[in-house]
């Protein structure tokens, strides 16, 4: 007579995904009852999260709102790896979840494996029998060189001598069947010399403290971007985990890294520390390439176009800032400010966008601050004042998107530059940011807010006044 069991009274209550009948069959009797544990949701698995999924399937029947990003995150493998967990990185997810996992390494003596397999199929079914599923690591399949797969064992059927499982590569993969005779024969995994080694996970809740924590990104996310990248990754590319970026260089290892701190690292903790609250939600690709050459070659294959620019650039469309950086750091934080202004200021003007972002293209530490100082674009600018040509403020800032990229764009980059230096200067920048943010469904230019933070003052007398103070800045 079959026996169904819940894992807990939880289980009760979780009927989303139920066991499919078990038909009648003419097999031959086994030692072992009929046994199921029910109402247990399936999940597929993201590529390479097979063990993560199991586990979030276990935690979810119990009542526990993660997912296998979140168990992934438990088990401390690095998002560089661009792999999911392994079984000892796995066993420490499970333990750090609140499960009791038990012996998770069993020797079976391969001279002895009918008995010793024997016995650990009794110990799973006695945990059916007491409520408690397992993972199992297991070949995927008898081909040869298969891959090694982790499934969420929940049950047998005695008439058909089947075992029944949760199989997370496959999206209809609930409550699927194996005859055990099968599940004996992959379930073992060479060890060495004359012992196999049987893989079990217990997942016997002892104290559960899994709570979900809800971030922009989180290590799984990188763990899953660096798995796509690597299969378009060209050979000799060094990958530095820099969040909210991930940097992808092909200069040698070391001076990759030295970048990825002493200009990413720097310029996103100061960024984050005056400006930006949020992160972007995507990852964002920071490529650093060598030289002019390897900058040309790789866009034109990576992202299929020619670059527009010999610096860098930043397309949100690929979520990536694309660097020559031989020429320097200065474009790359430049292009580092515009996924933040996205993330935090969706309806940033160009203006701001722009003037924000090129202020650091020339840009230091001060007193803990990320300071920008005067550039290549001050010649530009002067020469326009000196000729009467510059546009008013009002003007600037009501440009749209279409009219501050297509007209003159230098000459607009370089005003837009060069009024948040004077605000920097005056130590007002920061309060205009906010301000800014605060007031853009009222103020969608930010006009009306550089008016009030300056003082109210006549903005044509502000203008003459701030470009003789122009005239008297310095570069280099």
């Known amino acids: 007579m079959r026996r169904f069991l819940p894992i807990l009274a939880l289980l009760l209550a979780l009927a989303?995904?139920?066991?499919?009948?078990?038909?009648?069959?003419?097999?031959?009797?086994?030692?072992?009852?009929?046994?199921?544990?029910?109402?247990?949701?399936?999940?597929?698995?993201?590529?390479?999260?097979?063990?993560?999924?199991?586990?979030?399937?276990?935690?979810?029947?119990?009542?526990?709102?993660?997912?296998?990003?979140?168990?992934?995150?438990?088990?401390g493998v690095d998002p560089l790896e661009g792999r999911g967990a392994w079984t000892r990185e796995l066993k420490v997810a499970l333990e750090a979840l609140g499960f009791e996992v038990g012996p998770v390494w069993n020797e079976v003596e391969a001279d002895r494996a009918d008995e010793g397999l024997d016995a650990q199929f009794a110990a799973l079914h006695a945990d059916l029998v007491a409520g408690i599923p397992s993972i199992i690591c297991t070949h995927y399949d008898d081909r040869p060189n298969t891959t090694e797969h982790f499934r969420l064992i929940l049950g047998y059927d005695a008439a058909a001598d089947e075992v029944l499982y949760h199989e997370?590569?496959?999206?209809?993969?609930?409550?699927?069947?194996?005859?055990?005779?099968?599940?004996?024969?992959?379930?073992?995994?060479?060890?060495?010399?004359?012992?196999?080694?049987?893989?079990?996970?217990?997942?016997?809740?002892?104290?559960?403290?899994?709570?979900?924590?809800?971030?922009?990104?989180?290590?799984?996310?990188?763990?899953?971007?660096?798995?796509?990248?690597?299969?378009?990754?060209?050979?000799?590319?060094?990958?530095?985990?820099?969040?909210?970026?991930?940097?992808?260089?092909?200069?040698?290892?070391?001076?990759?890294?030295?970048?990825?701190?002493?200009?990413?690292?720097?310029?996103t903790r100061l960024l984050k520390q005056d400006y930006f609250g949020r992160d972007p939600d995507k990852i964002t690709d920071i490529w650093l390439f060598a030289d002019e050459a390897s900058y040309t070659h790789h866009t034109r294959e990576?992202?299929?176009?020619?670059?527009?620019?010999?610096?860098?650039?930043?397309?949100?469309y690929q979520n990536a800032l694309v660097m020559n950086i031989s020429t320097g750091g200065g474009t790359l934080v430049h292009e580092m400010v515009h996924p933040f202004i996205h993330a935090n200021f969706p309806e940033c003007p160009s203006w701001f966008n722009e003037g924000l972002a090129s202020l650091y293209e020339q840009c230091g530490e001060e007193d803990g601050h990320i300071h920008g100082y005067t550039n290549w674009r001050l010649a530009g600018l002067q020469k326009l004042i000196k000729a009467g040509r510059l546009p008013s403020f009002k003007e600037l800032l009501s440009t749209s998107e279409e009219q501050f990229y297509d007209g003159d764009r230098g000459d607009n980059y370089a005003q837009a530059r060069y009024l948040c230096y004077y605000l920097q200067q005056k130590g007002l920048l920061i309060d205009f940011y906010r301000a800014f943010v605060a007031n853009q469904r009222t103020d969608p230019s930010g006009y009306d807010t550089l008016v009030k933070l300056l003082g109210d003052p006549d903005m044509e007398v502000f203008q003459k006044e701030w470009e003789a103070w122009a005239l008297t800045l310095r570069f280099p």
């Open 16 to 75: 989303a995904c139920q066991a499919p009948p078990m038909p009648p069959t003419t097999a031959m009797p086994t030692p072992y009852a009929s046994v199921l544990i029910e109402g247990v949701p399936h999940l597929e698995q993201k590529p390479d999260f097979c063990g993560e999924a199991c586990a979030a399937m276990a935690l979810q029947a119990l009542g526990k709102k993660v997912d296998q990003d979140f168990v992934f995150d438990q088990s």
């Open 168 to 267: 997370p590569a496959e999206a209809d993969g609930a409550y699927l069947r194996m005859a055990r005779a099968r599940f004996l024969k992959l379930w073992p995994l060479q060890a060495g010399g004359d012992t196999l080694s049987v893989i079990r996970f217990r997942l016997k809740p002892g104290k559960l403290a899994a709570t979900r924590v809800d971030a922009a990104l989180t290590p799984a996310d990188y763990a899953q971007h660096v798995l796509a990248l690597k299969e378009k990754m060209p050979e000799g590319f060094t990958m530095v985990y820099e969040p909210p970026f991930l940097v992808v260089g092909d200069d040698d290892p070391a001076t990759v890294r030295k970048r990825s701190a002493g200009t990413v690292r720097w310029a």
């Open 302 to 316: 990576l992202f299929g176009e020619a670059p527009d620019t010999p610096y860098g650039f930043y397309s949100p």
